[in-house]
């Protein structure tokens, strides 16, 4: 089946054409879905006086190790407060769910009030704030 006079009568019907001219059309640009490389880990901290800090780590790099937060040491995330062990927590993505695993932090990781996990005991965290020592913390994927 040729398409071409079809073709010819609709572009007829949109825009004046004469025989041997070409005429362009041109669609709307498409929405391409957002890149997993563009997204990020987003981290808000905030201290018992009300100051927030937000940290940025990409998503590309959480892969399997993770991310570690600390005060120092190898954390790829520093906060800077004396109640957050140098190494305290690893949030990683499994199965499209954010998990948090205390690294033997003295303060622990708690969630609601309550201690949530024991060291080496991962956790799927929730849009809830939950505490790295003295800092609420909240995360979500940008």
């Known amino acids: 089946m040729d398409m071409l006079p079809p073709l010819r009568r609709w572009l ?3 825009c004046r054409t004469t025989p041997g001219t070409l005429a362009v059309v041109q669609s709307p640009p498409i929405a391409e ?3 997993p490389a563009g997204r990020q880990l987003v981290l808000v901290t ?3 006086l009300g100051e927030s800090r937000r940290y940025l780590f990409p998503l590309m790099r959480l892969g399997l ?3 570690v937060i600390g005060r120092g040491g190898g954390s790829e995330i520093l906060l800077d407060d004396p ?3 140098r190494r305290h927590a690893r949030i990683w993505l499994h199965d499209g769910n954010l998990m948090i695993e205390d690294l033997g932090s003295r303060n622990g990781i708690q969630m609601a009030g309550a201690a949530v996990c024991a060291p080496g005991e991962p956790t799927v965290l929730t849009d809830q704030p939950f505490r790295l020592g003295a800092l609420t913390v909240t995360v979500r994927i940008d």
Do not use: E, L, Y
């Open 12 to 14: 007829a019907g949109i």
């Open 33 to 35: 879905p957002p890149s």
């Open 46 to 48: 905030t201290n018992p």
């Open 65 to 67: 190790t993770g991310v």
């Open 83 to 85: 109640t957050v062990s």
